[in-house]
């Protein structure tokens, strides 16, 4: 298997929330709220059939709407092999450098892909467009993509899908019906699912920190109004304190210094990438606070292995890039002219992927890897350890 890169495709063991992941960044960070914003009337959240809360952000709306569709993949059947583009994030960060290993394990050990043109985004939207449009010249077979704005990739989308080649998104998606087929975790749902235990394990009452990533980023403010919906049914959880840290270590350090001096006696904390989490921690540690609960998104191994020595009550829900694995395989199905869902939720085809506790640390911690790692595991450890995670 070929594989062109374009961009600088670095690869790095990233620094555990030293530059988080960015899926779906669409502008840049800025400062945070410091009102507090106690909710004053409970909203009630209706559930649909399966136990999950219906939402009305513009994600949760897209993904109602593909929710059972079922793609049509026959004008897409080739014989292998193929030439497949990957329009992805790139080693980054932990997150990205997991994705990337898996990613490249899938196509390699399947012997169907003759040349990979491989795109990091280097965090600019042009840079992929560009990526794209470079694909649909060069004629490729399939384009997989984890977008950097759901909106500023719609038009080379829909480019794509005039040329008659098939678009799966895999882990972040565009504002479009366009693709083929998205493969991804139900974004705004994690957020939910992780305030709503904070509430419950509070009895409904209680002041809480929310410290989210990228302001304007997608996963950062659908994480956000996932978590604020699930807060909002409770009248009694005040939210003292909001900021954003970028999803970078420094700067959430930085941050909870401020939030745990001026807000020593809060009850939880909500993280929106559990990357920013070992950081927390610190503020606390360095404070002598006694550290309240904490639950979030994204949760690396460093985190685990931090809550697992401190004994650390925590909620978290993954955000797996081995889903990678299954993004892979979804564009084989497509080549091969198999029916697709045109959304498929990774927590209902991957063991490891849904919200967990600190009675899971040790479960999904992984002590061969090191602290960049982000979970769980759907390879060999080799594929891991000649990406850089090894201790």
Not at 79 to 97: C, D, F, L
Not at 183 to 194: K, N, Q
Request: aromatic residues 8%; charged residues 20%.
């Amino acid at each position: 298997m070929k594989m062109t890169m374009k961009g600088r495709a670095r690869r790095l063991a990233a620094i555990a929330g030293a530059g988080a992941m960015l899926v779906g960044l669409a502008a840049c960070s800025s400062d945070a709220p410091e009102d507090s914003n106690a909710t004053s009337e409970a909203t009630t959240i209706e559930f649909d059939a399966n136990g999950r809360p219906i939402l009305d952000d513009e994600y949760s709306l897209q993904v109602a709407a593909a929710a059972g569709v079922e793609v049509d993949t026959t004008a897409f059947k080739k014989e292998p092999p193929y030439t497949i583009a990957a329009v992805v994030q790139g080693p980054t960060n932990g997150w990205g450098t997991t994705f990337d290993a898996v990613m490249l394990d899938a196509f390699e050990s399947s012997g169907k892909v003759k040349d990979l043109i491989y795109v990091p985004w280097e965090f600019s939207t042009e840079n992929q467009v560009k990526g794209i449009q470079d694909a649909i010249a060069a004629k490729v077979d399939a384009i997989l993509l984890t977008s950097l704005s759901r909106a500023g990739l719609v038009s080379a989308v829909e480019e794509a899908e005039q040329a008659g080649i098939p678009v799966v998104t895999c882990l972040a998606g565009v504002q479009s019906d366009a693709y083929t087929a998205e493969v991804s975790r139900d974004i705004p749902l994690m957020g939910f699912a992780t305030a709503d235990d904070i509430a419950q394990r509070l009895d409904g009452s209680g002041k809480v920190v929310m410290l989210n990533g990228i302001a304007g980023a997608d996963a950062a403010e659908f994480w956000r109004s996932g978590a604020l919906a699930a807060f909002s049914q409770y009248p009694d959880i005040e939210i003292v304190s909001e900021q954003y840290a970028d999803w970078d270590a420094a700067k959430a350090l930085e941050v909870m210094r401020t939030v745990v001096a001026q807000n020593p006696d809060v009850d939880a904390i909500w993280v929106g990438g559990l990357e920013m989490g070992p950081s927390v921690v610190e503020a606390y540690d360095e404070a002598g606070v006694e550290l309240p609960l904490i639950a979030g998104t994204n949760p690396t191994n460093g985190f685990l292995r931090i809550a697992i020595d401190e004994d650390i009550e925590f909620s978290a829900a993954p955000f797996p890039p081995g889903a990678a694995q299954e993004c892979v395989n979804t564009v084989f199905n497509v080549l091969d002219g198999t029916p697709v869902p045109k959304y498929t939720d990774v927590i209902d085809v991957m063991d490891g992927v849904a919200p967990y506790t600190e009675k899971d640390a040790e479960k999904y911690y992984e002590p061969a890897f090191n602290d960049d790692f982000v979970g769980p595991k759907v390879a060999a450890d080799e594929v891991y350890i000649n990406a850089g995670f090894g201790r």
